[in-house]
């Protein structure tokens, strides 16, 4: 048998580079089109307009049902308008991806009253940010709820520490 010409193997290899490439392209401008509200309810959330947040990421997870991320900032939206058992429910079907995620799950939890499930969470977050005010004022805040005072007063000082978060340190430490 002859070899086929060198010109007609070069042929077929471009043309199947070239498939790829459009196959690979077609497939992350998808990809990119479907994440894209997403991307609307990510903005919404850094804006503070929490419903428009949870709307979008409603109108997301009904044509993506299981999609981690989307959970997650669902859950965050859910906290911020008040629903801990909706919040608390999905962090404990996807878990916590990231610190924020960790910081928001404690915030439902406290809006639950479970400081003692909040406390640990808090911690992890205070591991990864040890400045990190918000996080410092619940931890003590939990803590005084659950009787440690002593531990609190150490969050409570370290809050008081930040120049910018003295006064609300201070207020801990008296109380």
């Not at 608390?88 to 639950?112: C, N, P, S, T, Y």
């Not at 370290?158 to 006064?167: V, Y």
């Amino acid at each position: 048998s002859i070899p086929p010409p060198k010109k007609k193997i070069r042929r077929w290899l471009a043309r199947i580079a070239m498939i790829t490439t459009v196959v690979a392209v077609v497939t992350v401008a998808l990809h990119l089109w479907q994440e894209r509200g997403l991307g609307q309810a990510s903005a919404a959330l850094d804006r503070g307009d929490v419903k428009y947040a949870h709307f979008l990421l409603e109108r997301f997870l009904d044509r993506h049902p299981g999609h981690q991320r989307a959970m997650a900032m669902q859950a965050h939206t859910l906290v911020a308008l008040g629903l801990p058992d909706e919040a608390i429910a999905l962090f404990d079907q996807v878990g916590a991806a990231d610190i924020e995620d960790v910081h928001a799950w404690a915030r439902a939890l406290m809006l639950k009253s479970q400081w003692s499930h909040a406390l640990p969470l808090l911690n992890r977050v205070l591991e990864f940010d040890p400045d990190e005010p918000d996080a410092l004022y619940e931890a003590a805040a939990c803590q005084v709820r659950l009787g440690q005072f002593a531990e609190a007063l150490v969050y409570a000082e370290k809050l008081a520490e930040n120049p910018q978060q003295a006064a609300r340190g201070y207020v801990f430490v008296g109380t």
